[in-house]
Structures are given as structure tokens and as C-alpha cells.
């Protein structure tokens, strides 16, 4: 670890947000910047960053406008969670050598005032309960949203039919597991015969409707693997494949709102659900979720899946993209739906 002296020889890389994008984000839209580390002050640690979650909703983040959370600004770091290791500490509940997580931001270092600890949500993570990526995965931020979702929203009980979509995605892959564990019976949706194949053999949903398989794969998917209907629908795309669902709702049904990643760069108005009258026919409902309004209660999401993790009844997969400068392109692996399992962005080795 380096010595308060030697901070002051070390310089932070950093992506900033140059400008807003239309459509797909492109190189163009970021910028590249560099400051010395500075030594954190009463109260303050400084964080070194070893890996950061590349996530849908960052697509989100970059836009002005309403949201859940404020966009972020032109000209500052962009956002990310992300895992790292305490390398100076002011503060007596972190100290040097804690690995921690935390909204870390596209940078090697993060320095973090002692008043913006919580709102920064720096927390220590034990590599115990899991490595570094599955903290950011089904320990991390898509994980508590897949649990919480399904669990608060989603209702599940045995004997249920739950369809997750991007299943073999950060949040489906947590979802469609738990879901299993709960009782359901499990329909994923994904793309590609590798995906669908990965989510049955290793995740184990009773089966996975390619969406790339043509361009009716996902209404006969459903019309033959749900004949009596979708009991939970955890939605992470919208567009089409929330319509296709919608016409097959059982009476009760849930859908939970996770995102929309098929909408996420239009560059037209974002397509509303056409079927929505099927909430009525079949007395269903639909809910948002935001991971953010259960962080008082990660830690019991944690210790679950901890727990499931270690006797093997789930799994985490992650994609791992090395080196801070790839980030721009990394992130559009998303997009393109070319990342299989949690997307990560590895910046340092330790």
C-alpha cells in the first residue's frame, strides 16, 4: 500500500462525460482527464479501484432530464459502482486494506469526503462470502435488484410460472435462480443458442426462448411453454417482448419493471406497452423497481445468496473487460447484447 507520502506521486485516470449522447453513446461523448491523488482529510478514505459494474442503466444516467437519480453532470467523472481496496484511511471505520463497495466512479482512485460516505454508499465487503466480481454481481447492485424485485414485487409462490427476460443477464440470472429456489417454474429469455443453453444446463430454469431464433420465437415460446398463463414477468428489455408477455398473463399476474434496455438509445419517443389492457382483463398489476430503496436491507439479500452460493444452488457469471481506457466500447458490449453474464470492468489487479 502506498505511504501518505507517496500518494502525492500518484495520478488518477479518470472518463468524464464530455456530452450527451444521441442514440448510441461513442467515444466522442467521453474524455479522457487525469489529476494527482490527494490524501483523504479528517473523517475521509481514499479508495483504490479494482473493478467497476458496467450496467443498462448508465445509458440512463447520461441523459437530462427527471429520473430516479440525477443525471450526471457534463465534465464530471461518470458514474459507477464499483469494488476497491482501502489505500488510506482517516477514518476509523475503514482501514488500509478493506476491500470496500461503493459508487466508485470511472476512475482509478476515489477519494471520499467523511461526509459523503453514505450518500457515496461506501460499504466493506467480505471476500469470504464471495470474490470480488460476484460482489458485483449477485452480491452487488444487480443481485439486490433481481431479489428485492422479485421478492417485494414479484410475490413468488410454488407452483408459479415467472418469465424473466435478459436472462442470462446481471439481474435475470439472479431472478431465474431464486425464482427456482422459491418453488417456480422458470421460463428465461435471452439471445443466442449459448445463452439459452447456459441458463438450463448451469442455472437451471426449465427452459430459455430465443428471441434471436426469429421473428415470432418469443410469441410461440411462450404460447407453448406458458399454456396457462405468466404468473411473474421480471421485465429488463420492454419493447416487444413486454407486449408478447402481456397478451399471455395469467389472472393475478406480476410484472415487475426493471428496465428497458431495447429502448434505452432511441432516438424516438420510448415505446409504450400496447397490451396493457391485459393488466385489467386479468386483474394484474405492474411495478417499478429501484434497487436504491432497499439499501437498508442489502445485508439480508446478501446473507441469503451468500449462502447460496456456497452450497451451490446459485451461481454468478460475470464478463470481465480489462483496462479503463476500453471503457467507452465496453460499454456498448450492453447494447449490443454481446456480454454473457454481469458485465465487469476490470481497472487493477489489487
Not at 418453488?183 to 443458442?193: S, T
Not at 428471441?211 to 407453448?224: S, T
Not at 391485459?278 to 437498508?296: E, H, K, P, T
Not at 452460493?309 to 449490443?336: I, N, W, Y
Request: charged share 15%; hydrophobic share 40%; net charge neutral.
Amino acid at each position: 500500500m502506498p505511504t501518505s507520502a507517496s500518494l502525492n506521486t500518484l495520478t488518477n485516470h479518470q472518463i468524464r462525460l464530455a456530452s450527451r449522447p444521441v442514440g448510441l453513446p461513442t467515444r466522442a461523448n467521453w474524455s479522457a482527464t487525469t489529476e494527482p491523488v490527494q490524501p483523504p482529510a479528517a473523517g475521509g478514505v481514499l479508495v483504490k479501484t479494482l473493478a467497476l459494474s458496467l450496467d443498462p442503466a448508465m445509458r440512463g444516467w447520461m441523459n437530462e432530464g427527471k429520473s430516479y437519480i440525477p443525471p450526471v453532470g457534463i465534465g464530471e467523472v461518470m458514474r459507477a459502482g464499483g469494488v476497491g481496496v482501502v489505500v488510506a484511511s482517516e477514518n476509523p471505520l475503514f482501514a488500509v486494506g478493506d476491500h470496500v463497495s461503493g459508487s466508485l466512479g470511472v476512475q482509478e482512485y476515489m477519494l471520499v469526503p467523511g461526509d459523503q460516505l453514505k450518500r457515496n454508499g461506501l460499504f466493506k465487503i467480505d471476500l469470504r462470502l464471495g470474490g470480488l466480481t460476484e460482489w458485483l454481481n449477485v452480491l452487488g447492485m444487480p443481485g439486490m435488484t433481481g431479489y428485492f424485485g422479485l421478492m417485494d414485487v414479484g410475490l413468488p409462490q410454488v407452483g408459479e410460472t415467472l418469465v424473466v427476460s435478459g436472462a442470462a443477464g446481471a439481474v435475470g440470472q439472479t431472478v431465474g435462480q431464486m425464482a427456482k429456489i422459491k418453488g417456480c417454474r422458470v421460463i428465461g429469455i435471452a439471445g443466442g443458442a449459448a445463452k439459452c443453453d447456459w441458463v438450463v444446463n448451469t442455472l437451471g430454469f426449465d427452459t430459455c426462448i430465443d428471441y434471436k431464433a426469429g421473428p415470432d420465437a418469443v410469441r410461440d415460446g411462450l404460447k407453448q411453454h406458458c399454456p396457462d398463463g405468466v404468473d411473474i414477468y421480471f421485465d429488463n428489455v420492454g419493447g416487444d417482448i413486454l407486449d408478447q408477455v402481456l397478451a399471455r398473463l395469467a389472472r393475478g399476474a406480476r410484472i415487475i419493471i426493471c428496465g428497458a434496455i431495447s429502448q434505452y438509445n432511441n432516438t424516438t419517443p420510448v415505446q409504450g406497452p400496447k397490451n396493457y389492457l391485459s393488466l385489467l382483463v386479468n386483474r394484474a398489476r405492474m411495478q417499478g423497481i429501484v434497487v436504491f430503496d432497499y439499501a437498508d436491507r442489502y445485508h439480508q439479500a446478501v446473507a441469503e445468496m451468500a449462502g447460496y452460493l456456497k452450497d451451490g444452488r446459485m451461481h454468478s457469471k460475470e464478463d470481465v473487460v480489462h483496462g479503463l481506457q476500453t471503457f467507452p466500447e465496453a460499454l456498448l458490449k450492453l447494447f449490443a447484447g454481446e456480454n454473457f453474464g454481469k458485465l465487469v470492468l476490470q481497472v487493477a489487479e489489487s
